[in-house]
């Protein structure tokens, strides 16, 4: 019992009456006046102005009492278990008149409360709302027994409309205070909302407040468990997004009129932190997304195109930091990067290609292969950096990136100068081979200019080579002459190359290279079995044979065609000519060898020197070898003499001779250049040789073109005076000729192949998509022109491998 005694419990007025008060105190004073009386009322009466422990149960009994006893049940021969409730199918629950009576005193309630007069409508708001929810929670506590039947029991029935006491409250207090104020409420939060974007302080509780009473009056009458944000949406999210997206675009509209573009993207960045770390702390998640696409499409979308012109000047500067916050805010609209990779990968091609000419210029045309590829290098590097260090390696940018470098290192003015036939091959294959050459290749000269080089570049550059093959090409015969000279800086570092060649390629690519390094192997042990063959000679001596490096090359595999040269060999050199020839028929029968004279050198001591000087050393080729050898029987020979003892020809004698005049080990009489076309022309030995070096290499003097010029001249003089004593006179191909030549062949025979595969896999197949397939197998090794493939067609029905049927267009495969 309480002080005050419990009413009875089927009397509805006196159960009212009784906890009326109480649920006063729960949901707090209304106005000033009863605020200032409850005050009083605590200082002189020593009474508690909240509800005691005591006082909160004996309302909770006293509604307990009325809804048990208001509530009539069937007569039944079985007795109730103790603590549970009778059979609602057997029972009649009541509290419908509490129920009602509550409600109605809720809305009283809320009618009543007063504003302070110093106070703004959301102020008023939340600090009312904040205690209305806390008496909310305790009157559903209270009338616990009356949620738990009768509540439950009018909503099993389809009463929507009844709810449990606290979302009666949360019910009501949306009815009687917000629908009736919510403008002026949305329009109080958002102004708070845009005085804090224009960085005002401001109380940041008042729009929690409210935008947490917004969801919290979500109910849904069907399911009151289950979160709506229907209120929180209809009444102001819509709002919140229209003002947010109308402050930031005049924001954004004033800040460009007095700022540049790089200086707008840091405050995009400062709006967009400011609103994901302090408004989205407002809102609910909904919100947040969107709110986010309004950002996206006010601060970056609207302003793309300035963005994007920003874009390059920060790519000329090469800056990072900013590059990287352009990108970052860009990302936010997925559909803005296509384009933001599209202008970088022009721009990278576009720098690529000013970059070599810059270089051309710098160099008067005299480009190194060095200063080539690794001017190729720094471009790629610098924007590798960049797509790294400020794109976050993201593909489409890589990709980009891999497209500029495959058009810039392919397509530049040093790889096409001006003029150059569309049918011409890219020369940055051959520069990367002679780039290669000078990495690998052993030589003084070297040294000095390869310590920044390394084989990574070679890889680098080759992953983008449009024409893969041209540089095999390239590669193979520069590195054969290294293996044949034995100029290589190591096997290792040979081998390395290959290998990497091989991860990029398949073993069909470099399948030759590999050939031609096996090949050097076994001529290694080749030089060992014949160094043990002539020591067994009674007549063995180092004079009768000299030391001999033999190189047993397969000729299918080198890229040295053979031509039979007229020769005869020195006298000198017969017993080691006659001994290899025989070794090797002995151990392969059937096999023919055949000399490559003009790509022999050796070694001659020549102790011409003043008197006390130790000999010279000359490197020479196997030609000139032969000429100096003449000069052991006889001081001095005319040209024809020359010609007669070697079986050379006249181009031949003036390209090898050539260096022995420049260097003074030869005079000539008479000295004009022109005259060494006279076969009377006489040289002489210079004896004592006056030299700084003991060491002389005449081997890389030697230029083919001398004698072409030279020869050419005298013969359209001798053509006109009908004489043709001076015999063949043919020009010699340069290297370069040969190579490309051997490329163009090699690519039309491959060509031919694709076309057989593929018409005799599919048996007929009309022309486009012949072309179409074709391309596409051969662009591992090249990008072949069409015009090449029709040809290749040509001569494959010329040839009846395959025919062309009755409508001109369409091919079949002959079997």
């Known amino acids: 019992m309480s002080e005050l005694g419990l009413p009875k419990s089927n009397d509805l007025e006196a159960t009212w009456n009784f906890i009326e008060p109480g649920v006063n105190k729960i949901l707090g004073p209304r106005s000033l006046k009863e605020t200032e009386r409850m005050r009083e009322e605590q200082r002189y009466n020593?009474?508690?102005?909240?509800?005691?422990?005591?006082?909160?149960?004996?309302?909770?009994?006293?509604?307990?009492?009325?809804?048990?006893?208001?509530?009539?049940?069937?007569?039944?021969?079985?007795?109730?278990?103790?603590?549970?409730?009778?059979?609602?199918?057997?029972?009649?629950?009541?509290?419908?008149e509490l129920y009602f009576r509550l409600e109605t005193h809720l809305e009283s309630y809320l009618n009543t409360l007063e504003k302070r007069d110093n106070e703004t409508f959301l102020q008023f708001y939340v600090r009312s709302w904040k205690r209305f929810v806390i008496g909310a929670h305790f009157l559903n506590h209270a009338f616990d027994y009356m949620n738990r039947y009768w509540v439950q029991k009018e909503r099993s029935d389809g009463k929507r409309n009844i709810f449990n006491i606290y979302h009666l409250c949360i019910f009501i207090w949306k009815q009687i205070i917000f629908e009736k104020n919510k403008d002026l409420l949305i329009d109080e939060i958002l102004y708070l909302i845009t005085k804090e974007r224009n960085l005002q302080v401001i109380d940041q509780s008042l729009i929690y407040g409210s935008i947490e009473s917004f969801v919290t009056m979500g109910i849904d009458k069907h399911d009151l468990k289950k979160l709506n944000l229907e209120c929180y949406i209809d009444s102001f999210e819509g709002r919140f997004l229209e003002v947010t997206e109308e402050f930031w675009s005049e924001h954004c509209k004033n800040f460009l009129s007095e700022h540049t573009v790089d200086e707008y993207i840091y405050e995009v960045e400062r709006i967009i932190k400011y609103e994901e770390l302090v408004v989205n702390s407002y809102l609910d998640p909904h919100t947040i997304k969107l709110s986010s696409n309004i950002l996206n499409k006010v601060l970056i979308d609207e302003h793309k195109e300035e963005l994007y012109k920003?874009?390059?000047?920060?790519?000329?500067?090469?800056?990072?930091?900013?590059?990287?916050?352009?990108?970052?805010?860009?990302?936010?609209?997925?559909?803005?990067?296509?384009?933001?990779?599209?202008?970088?990968?022009?721009?990278?091609?576009?720098?690529?290609?000013?970059?070599?000419?810059?270089?051309?210029?710098?160099?008067?045309?005299?480009?190194?292969?060095?200063?080539?590829?690794?001017c190729l290098i720094k471009v790629y590097d610098t924007f590798l950096s960049i797509a790294k260090n400020c794109f976050d390696s993201e593909v489409s940018f890589i990709k980009s990136l891999d497209n500029a470098a495959r058009m810039f290192i392919n397509v530049n003015e040093f790889a096409y100068p001006p003029g150059t036939p569309s049918s011409e091959t890219s020369k940055t294959p051959e520069m990367l081979a002679k780039y290669s050459d000078l990495l690998l290749k052993r030589s003084a000269k070297n040294q000095g200019l390869v310590s920044d080089m390394s084989i990574s570049d070679i890889m680098v550059i080759f992953k983008f080579l449009s024409e893969k093959d041209a540089f095999e090409k390239h590669y193979r015969r520069l590195f054969a002459k290294r293996l044949i000279h034995g100029t290589s800086i190591s096997d290792v570092a040979e081998e390395d190359v290959i290998q990497r060649l091989q991860n990029e390629n398949s073993m069909e690519y470099t399948g030759k290279i590999t050939k031609m390094f096996q090949d050097i192997k076994l001529s290694k042990q080749l030089e060992v079995e014949f160094e043990n063959a002539i020591k067994v000679d009674p007549d063995y001596s180092r004079t009768k044979y000299p030391e001999f490096q033999p190189f047993v090359l397969a000729e299918t595999m080198w890229p040295f065609p053979y031509t039979k040269v007229d020769f005869q060999l020195p006298k000198d050199l017969l017993p080691t000519y006659k001994g290899?020839?025989?070794?090797?028929?002995?151990?392969?029968?059937?096999?023919?060898?055949?000399?490559?004279?003009p790509l022999c050198r050796g070694e001659i001591q020549a102790d011409i020197g003043k008197e006390g000087r130790p000999p010279f050393i000359f490197t020479v080729t196997l030609?000139?070898?032969?000429?100096?050898?003449?000069?052991?029987?006889?001081?001095?020979?005319?040209?024809?003499?020359?010609?007669?003892?070697?079986?050379?020809?006249?181009?031949?004698?003036?390209?090898?001779i050539v260096p022995f005049i420049k260097l003074k080990l030869l005079q000539q009489s008479p000295p004009q250049i022109s005259a060494l076309t006279s076969l009377r022309t006489e040289l002489k030995l210079a004896h004592p040789y006056k030299a700084a070096k003991s060491k002389i290499n005449f081997a890389n003097g030697i230029k083919s073109d001398v004698a072409s010029v030279l020869l050419s001249q005298q013969q359209q003089q001798q053509q006109q005076q009908g004489n043709h004593n001076l015999g063949n006179l043919a020009d010699t191909q340069d290297d370069l000729e040969e190579t490309n030549a051997e490329l163009d062949s090699e690519r039309q025979v491959f060509l031919e192949s694709c076309?057989?595969?593929?018409?005799?896999?599919?048996?007929?197949?009309?022309?486009?998509?012949?072309?179409?397939?074709c391309i596409v197998m051969a662009q591992e090794r090249f990008h072949p022109k069409v015009s090449m493939i029709k040809r290749a067609i040509e001569d494959l029905i010329s040839k009846e491998y395959i025919q062309r049927l009755e409508d001109g267009e369409t091919y079949e495969y002959l079997a």
């Not at 860009?330 to 070599?356: C, D, H, M, W």
Request: aromatic share 10%.
């Open 580 to 597: 290899l020839e025989k070794l090797y028929a002995s151990k392969h029968n059937g096999r023919i060898l055949k000399w490559l004279w």
């Open 623 to 656: 030609f000139q070898m032969a000429i100096l050898l003449q000069f052991n029987d006889t001081a001095v020979l005319t040209m024809g003499e020359i010609c007669k003892k070697t079986k050379l020809s006249i181009n031949e004698v003036i390209n090898n």
């Open 46 to 96: 020593h009474t508690r102005t909240i509800l005691s422990p005591t006082t909160y149960m004996d309302i909770y009994t006293a509604i307990y009492n009325y809804c048990v006893d208001k509530s009539s049940f069937s007569t039944t021969d079985q007795p109730q278990q103790q603590n549970t409730m009778p059979s609602l199918s057997r029972s009649i629950i009541s509290g419908s």
């Open 755 to 773: 076309i057989v595969r593929i018409l005799k896999k599919n048996g007929k197949l009309h022309h486009s998509s012949l072309v179409n397939e």
């Open 310 to 374: 920003t874009f390059v000047l920060f790519l000329d500067a090469q800056n990072e930091s900013s590059i990287k916050l352009l990108y970052t805010l860009l990302k936010r609209e997925v559909n803005l990067l296509p384009r933001l990779a599209q202008i970088f990968e022009s721009y990278v091609k576009s720098f690529g290609e000013t970059a070599v000419s810059t270089l051309i210029n710098e160099t008067n045309g005299n480009v190194s292969p060095k200063d080539y590829i690794k």
